[in-house]
Structures are given as C-alpha cells and as structure tokens.
C-alpha cells in the first residue's frame, strides 16, 4: 500500500513535530474555509484527517530491537 506518510522515519519519532504537522494542517484548513474556498477546505480536511491518523492515532514508534530479523525468516 502507497504511504503518503511514512511514521517510521526518525523526524516522526518527537511528538511535538507530529502535533505542528496536524495542527499546521487544521489552521491551513481553517483559512480556506473562512475564505471561502469550500473545495480546497474539503481537501485540506481530508489531508488533516489522514495526518492525524498517521501521525497520532495509529502511530506506533519503532523500538530499537524492531529492525532485526528473526533468523527463522530467512533473508528477505
């Protein structure tokens, strides 16, 4: 499946970064809205609703033992 946001990657990993993004996103939101630009709202909403998803609610941090393979696996 095609990630737009890949929260696996070290710039994720502080919380604060992921609450700008979202929150980036929400005021970019707003200000379309209020300017009446109801289509490029609607887009921006759904680009806010996918940030929070990725980036707040079903984000999961990567331990540090996560990246090694189980021997059993074989090579991938």
Same mark, same amino acid.
């Given at each position: 499946?095609?990630?737009? %946001?890949?929260?696996?990657?070290?710039?994720?990993?502080?919380?604060?970064?992921?609450?700008? %993004?979202?929150?980036?996103?929400?005021?970019?939101?707003?200000?379309?809205?209020?300017?009446?630009?109801?289509?490029?709202?609607?887009?921006?909403?759904?680009?806010?609703?996918?940030?929070?998803?990725?980036?707040? %609610?079903?984000?999961?941090?990567?331990?540090?033992?996560?990246?090694?393979?189980?021997?059993?696996?074989?090579?991938?």
């Amino acid at each position: 499946m095609l990630k737009f %946001i890949d929260p696996d990657h070290p710039f994720y990993r502080p919380l604060w970064i992921r609450l700008l %993004i979202v929150g980036l996103c929400a005021v970019w939101t707003a200000v379309e809205f209020m300017s009446d630009q109801t289509i490029w709202g609607m887009i921006f909403l759904a680009v806010t609703a996918y940030t929070a998803c990725a980036l707040l %609610i079903f984000y999961k941090p990567k331990q540090s033992g996560d990246d090694k393979t189980d021997p059993a696996d074989g090579p991938k």
